[in-house]
């Protein structure tokens, strides 16, 4: 089992910068990616960014150059850093973990997510 606590949201005003924080426990030796979802309301979750064990980033095109992924393997954390934030940025952000099985099989593991609101 994996266990994933999120930090850092907040209200901000268009422009500016929050920092997400994802502290991760258990048996985060068998994570092989994580990342940060985001569930706007009434809209679907959707991938943000994400980071495999190796430092793989990936990004979803809206956020490309203004957020930026990245991980602190001796705390076992996982930090997503937000500038330039948009309204079009509200949403609920989600920490993830995914563990790779064979068969193209996985198992994700989720945080309790953490509120992100800019203001129109």
């Known amino acids: 089992q994996v266990q994933l606590v999120e930090s850092g949201g907040g209200l901000v005003q268009p422009g500016g910068s929050l920092r997400l924080s994802c502290a991760a426990s258990?048996?985060?030796?068998?994570?092989?990616?994580m990342g940060w979802y985001r569930q706007a309301p009434g809209k679907e979750r959707e991938l943000v960014a994400t980071i495999t064990s190796g430092g793989d980033t990936n990004y979803v095109d809206s956020v490309k150059g203004r957020f930026t992924i990245s991980r602190d393997s001796a705390k076992d954390t996982v930090y997503l850093q937000m500038n330039s934030l948009k309204a079009e940025d509200t949403a609920v952000y989600y920490c993830?973990?995914?563990?790779?099985?064979?068969?193209?099989?996985?198992?994700?593991?989720w945080g309790q997510g953490t509120q992100v609101t800019v203001p129109s």
């Open positions: 258990g048996a985060v030796f068998s994570i092989n990616v």
């Open positions: 993830n973990a995914r563990r790779f099985a064979p068969f193209g099989v996985y198992q994700d593991y």
